[in-house]
T-cell receptor
Framework: DQQVKQNSPSLSVQEGRISILNCDYT??????FLWYKKYPAEGPTFLIS?????DKNEDGRFTVFLNKSAKHLSLHIVPSQPGDSAVYFC????????????FGTGTRLTIIP | DAGVTQSPTHLIKTRGQQVTLRCSPK?????VSWYQQALGQGPQFIFQ???????QRGNFPDRFSGHQFPNYSSELNVNALLLGDSALYLC???????????FGQGTRLTVV
C-alpha cells in the first residue's frame, strides 16, 4: 500500500522555465510534508517542508503548495536551473514527535539547457 | 560542523553473511533513523533509535537489528543476508521534537 505517491517517474523542463513536481498521499494522519533532492551517490538533501496548517511555503526559488482536502502537494521550482537536475522525493509524517518519514518513489527531474 | 556520516560507503557481502553499518549523527542530534532504498524506490523506514532504545520499527524482519551508543552514534546489523537485501542504506539524524531529518550519503550494500 503506497501511502505517498509520485505518479510521474520523470520530468524534463527547459532551463529558465517552471518545474512542477506532484505528490499525492492517502493517510489522513499525515500532517507534515517534506521535499528532498537526491543526486547520484549522495544521500537525500532536505529542500523545503510544509505543515498542514499552511497551504503554501516559499524558500527562494522553491515553493511548496498543499491542498489538504485533495491530499495533494506540489513543488514549484522557478526559474529552473541545470543544477536542479536530480531525483526529488516527497515525504510525509504525522506532525508530532519524530515519527518516521514515508517517502514516495521519486521523480527524476532533468533540466534541459 | 560535520553532517551525518556513514561507513563504509560501499560493501560487498556473500549471501548468508552478516553485515554491520555505522552512522554518526549531525552535531546536536540525538535521534537516528535507518532507511533502506532499493533501486528505483523511495527510502523505506527500518527503525529509529533514541536514548539508546528502538522507538519505532518499520516492516522489516528480525534479521535487521540496531544499536545506539551513548554518543548517539548508531549501528545497523543485518544477519543471514539475502540477495534482496542489496540496497542503499541511509542513516538520518534529527533532534527529538518537530525537526527535519538530515541524511548521510548512504552505504551501498551488494549481496552476491
Amino acid at each position: 500500500d503506497q501511502q505517498v505517491k509520485q505518479n510521474s517517474p520523470s520530468l524534463s523542463v527547459q532551463e529558465g522555465r517552471i518545474s512542477i513536481l506532484n505528490c499525492d498521499y492517502t493517510n489522513s494522519m499525515f500532517d507534515y510534508f517534506l521535499w528532498y533532492k537526491k543526486y547520484p551517490a549522495e544521500g537525500p538533501t532536505f529542500l523545503i517542508s510544509i505543515s498542514s496548517i499552511k497551504d503554501k511555503n516559499e524558500d527562494g526559488r522553491f515553493t511548496v503548495f498543499l491542498n489538504k482536502s485533495a491530499k495533494h502537494l506540489s513543488l514549484h521550482i522557478v526559474p529552473s536551473q541545470p543544477g536542479d537536475s536530480a531525483v526529488y522525493f516527497c515525504a510525509a509524517r504525522p506532525n508530532f514527535g519524530n515519527e518516521k518519514l514515508t517517502f514516495g518513489t521519486g521523480t527524476r527531474l532533468t533540466i534541459i539547457p | 560542523d560535520a553532517g551525518v556520516t556513514q561507513s563504509p560507503t560501499h560493501l560487498i557481502k556473500t549471501r548468508g553473511q552478516q553485515v554491520t553499518l555505522r552512522c554518526s549523527p549531525k552535531s546536536g542530534h540525538d535521534t537516528v533513523s535507518w532507511y533502506q532504498q532499493a533501486l528505483g524506490q523511495g527510502p523505506q523506514f527500518i527503525f529509529q533509535y533514541y536514548e539508546e532504545e528502538e522507538r519505532q520499527r518499520g516492516n522489516f524482519p528480525d534479521r535487521f537489528s540496531g544499536h545506539q551508543f551513548p554518543n548517539y552514534s548508531s549501528e545497523l546489523n543485518v544477519n543471514a543476508l539475502l540477495l534482496g537485501d542489496s540496497a542503499l542504506y541511509l542513516c538520518a539524524s534529527s533532534r527529538q521534537g518537530n525537526t527535519e531529518a538530515f541524511f548521510g550519503q548512504g552505504t551501498r550494500l551488494t549481496v552476491v
